[in-house]
């Protein structure tokens, strides 16, 4: 038994597929769950299947499926997105790639980094995106509440346990509202903002939008 990383899983793979071809059997665990949901694993079984050896899949629970079924949030169509960025900065820039998503959104967080993620929401989607925060799945202090995440962020700072535990943030998809700017516009929107003040940019987007729709008229 070994443990397999990100830093030593490619090197790794060729020794194990040797070994397989040898005519052993190798199993991949995890600690708990589905192997490969957030952890190391897809280069050794694409590995193994481009050596044309079979992978077998044993499927084990997973926190952001458990959490995403006692949501109460859209599940037919949803994005896994792991952990955000540790910094600020990098959480605000991820969270703005994927503000206008209209698929339920899943994020795993830790402890140490729940209250600045939450903050960080309500910054960059606004305090009415509900959120449902789901903590200690399948354990005995599970936890499942949603509210609007600025209500939900005063819950949490209301009680340091309920942030304590493996923690997953289901989030709500972005509902259109109808003077909301088409994708082509957001994506000059976004270029405007590089050299414009935010109002001008704006402007500038819909109108070029108002006169694609014409010219496609």
Not at 139 to 161: F, S
Request: hydrophobic content about 40%; aromatic content about 4%.
């Amino acid at each position: 038994m070994f443990a397999l990383h990100d830093h030593n899983e490619q090197q790794k793979a060729e020794t194990l597929v040797a070994k397989l071809k040898e005519g052993q059997n190798i199993a991949l665990v995890s600690d708990a769950g589905t192997p490969l949901i957030n952890d190391p694993g897809y280069h050794l079984v694409r590995t193994c299947r481009e050596a044309g050896i079979r992978v077998v899949p044993l499927p084990g629970p997973c926190a952001a499926i458990t959490a995403l079924s006692a949501a109460g949030l859209p599940s037919d169509r949803f994005c896994y997105e792991g952990f955000l960025p540790a910094k600020s900065k990098g959480r605000r820039d991820a969270l703005k790639a994927i503000e206008t998503e209209p698929r339920t959104l899943i994020f795993y967080e830790s402890t140490h980094r729940l209250l600045d993620s939450l903050e960080d929401i309500v910054a960059v989607l606004g305090e009415s995106r509900y959120v449902v925060l789901a903590r200690e799945l399948t354990k005995t202090w599970e936890t499942i509440h949603g509210a609007p995440v600025g209500e939900l962020l005063a819950w949490v700072k209301e009680d340091e346990n309920r942030r304590k535990g493996e923690m997953v943030l289901i989030v709500e998809g972005h509902k259109a509202q109808e003077d909301d700017l088409p994708a082509d516009a957001l994506r000059t929107l976004a270029l405007l903002q590089a050299e414009l003040p935010l109002k001008k940019a704006a402007a500038l987007a819909a109108e070029n939008s108002r006169r694609e729709e014409k010219c496609a008229v």
